[in-house]
């Protein structure tokens, strides 16, 4: 008798089908012997093949007849919950409008040695300035927006910087003239004074250290004379520094910013205001830049009070502090101010801040790059007493300084110096002395590991911390070095000082 055995998933119970086709098998093989074993065998595959079907399809159902639902593993990636639909900006623009305004200037232009043929027929056309010269009216487009309901705009310095005249609209069509109240060219913002204004709709000012990159902004103004105009982006990054001076920190959007934006706000999704649009970059295809609204916040009592800001200072020239300066400083990390100079009698002079010091935290905040101390120092009023953490030679120490006001600097010039011949050295430069002003660069050899560092000129002020006076000093003092570092030198260049570290030649 042939013995077949079935297992199913589905428990100890047998289908109706598995057992008829079981007794059927059972009879053939007494009748039939072995012989029928194979065609039993066949059938008995197809019934039993049909009777779990059957059941698998019964199983997948409820007494109700409703699906059940098998639990399933865990899927080795769970997707992120589902973010927020589109913000209402709509609401946004509608809230906002009133109070962002378009700001149109004049300016007088000269017009040399001019010479008009009709003259002569109807005399001049406008004021003249000299003999053959032509004043000429000029107009120029921005933004801005009120702050206060008193009639107060903030926008760009350069949006009103040698004005005759400044009219602003309103955004219910109402045309008024305004005065410069107060700039602040450093920052590139100004404030201006409506006549007659009253009970106007202002702006809520935000708070741009909280703005986070990839978060939704947008920006309205006055575009090629075209008011009223709304765009949208994201906050592309932060800190942005562009050259336009010590305080640079811009918010970058891709939200489109257009001549004639200028001065204009940029909202975050509440309605407020969180950077100042100042700057475009055509080569960027579309990346704007916004002056951060905490640094209007800042300065605006200020320009409201006097028409002017005052500032605190140190009295220091610092750099950024690279990877090879940290090592050659011997730092855990490239982070703080390196201070390559100390004005005499400074706030940072008489507190003992030697050059060569760098300068980790002011008040307690992080100084992580160079930029970041003349920006906190600047906050401050002078007469303002701040706590410094530094390192250096004397190890980490904190010392107290008292800021002075920060005054214009009066332009430098680079003074050319005579380059005899010099000798040779490790640094891969010829240097000479010059009795005027010290140890001269006059050679940077352009394969050397001096290349793009130094340049023709440079006046060699210490090597590896110590004063040189004479070029014969300068290789010895690389000589007495550590080898696993670079060669440390500080260099006076069109009369500011820093530091350089040199990767040494491998042996």
């Known amino acids: ?35 029928a074993c194979v065609v039993a065998s066949l059938v008995f595959s197809l019934l039993v093949f049909i009777g779990c079907k059957r059941e698998d399809r019964a199983s997948e159902t409820q007494t109700t007849g409703a699906p059940v639902v098998v ?27 009133p109070s962002v305004v378009n700001i149109t200037t004049e300016h007088d232009v000269v017009r040399r040695g001019a010479v008009d043929p009709f003259e002569f027929f109807f005399g001049p056309r406008g004021p ?15 933004s801005g927006f009120l702050v206060d309901a008193a009639g107060h705009v903030a926008t760009n310095a350069h949006v009103v910087a040698g004005a005759s005249a400044v009219r602003v609209k309103l955004s219910d069509g109402r045309e008024m003239p305004a005065t410069v109240k107060g700039t602040d060219e450093r920052l590139d913002l100004a404030v201006l004074e409506l006549q007659g204004a009253k009970d106007l709709p202002f702006v809520s000012l935000g708070e741009s250290e909280a703005l986070r990159v990839g978060e939704y902004v947008v920006a309205i103004g006055n575009p090629f004379g075209l ?28 939200a ?4 004639g934006n200028s001065g204009g706000p940029l909202f975050n999704l509440k309605g407020q205001v969180i950077g100042i649009n100042s700057a475009i970059n055509p080569a960027a295809k579309g990346i704007g830049f916004a002056i951060p609204v905490d640094s209007l916040k800042d300065v605006l009592p200020q320009l409201l009070a006097t028409g002017r800001v005052e500032r605190g200072r140190l009295g220091v020239l610092i750099q950024p502090v690279d990877a090879a300066l940290a090592k050659a400083l011997g730092l855990p990390k490239a982070a703080g101010a ?27 905040t992080p100084v992580e790059h160079a930029h970041d101390l003349p920006r906190q120092v600047a906050r401050r009023k002078p007469g303002t007493r701040v706590t410094l953490e530094v390192t250096g030679k004397k ?15 009066p332009a430098r010039t680079r003074q050319e110096p005579s380059r005899p011949g010099g000798p040779k050295n490790d640094v891969g430069i010829s240097i000479a002395d010059d009795p005027r002003i010290g140890v001269v660069v006059d050679g940077v050899d352009p394969s050397g590991p001096a290349a793009g560092l130094l340049d023709v000129g440079d006046v060699i002020v210490e090597v590896e911390g110590v004063p040189v006076k004479s070029a014969r000093e ?7 070095g550590a080898a696993d570092r670079p060669i440390l030198l500080r260099v006076r260049r069109d009369g500011r000082t820093r530091f350089v570290a040199i990767p040494r030649k491998p042996s």
């Open 338 to 364: 390196l201070v390559s100079d100390v004005e005499p009698g400074s706030p940072a002079a008489k507190a003992g801040i030697d050059a060569g010091e760098v300068i980790l935290s002011i008040d307690g």
């Open 71 to 97: 639990p399933s593993a865990k899927p080795a990636f769970e997707m992120p919950p589902v973010l927020p639909g589109t913000p209402d900006v709509p609401a946004l623009v509608t809230a906002v409008r």
């Open 227 to 254: 008011g009223d105009t709304v765009t949208m982006g994201i906050v592309s990054a932060k800190g942005r520094e562009l050259g336009a001076g010590p305080y640079d920190d811009f918010i970058q959007t891709d």
């Open 474 to 480: 300068v290789p010895e003092r690389i000589r007495r």
């Open 128 to 142: 003249r300035r000299g003999e053959g010269d032509e004043v000429l009216k000029q107009r120029a487009l921005g």
């Open 1 to 35: 008798m042939l013995h077949l055995e079935h297992r199913t998933g589905h428990g100890p119970s047998l289908s109706t089908e598995f057992r008829a086709a079981r007794r059927a098998l059972a009879v053939a093989s007494r009748a039939c012997g072995g012989r």
């Open 395 to 409: 190890g980490k120490r904190t010392v107290s300084s008292v800021l002075d006001e920060l005054k214009e600097e």
């Open 256 to 259: 489109s910013i257009n001549p």
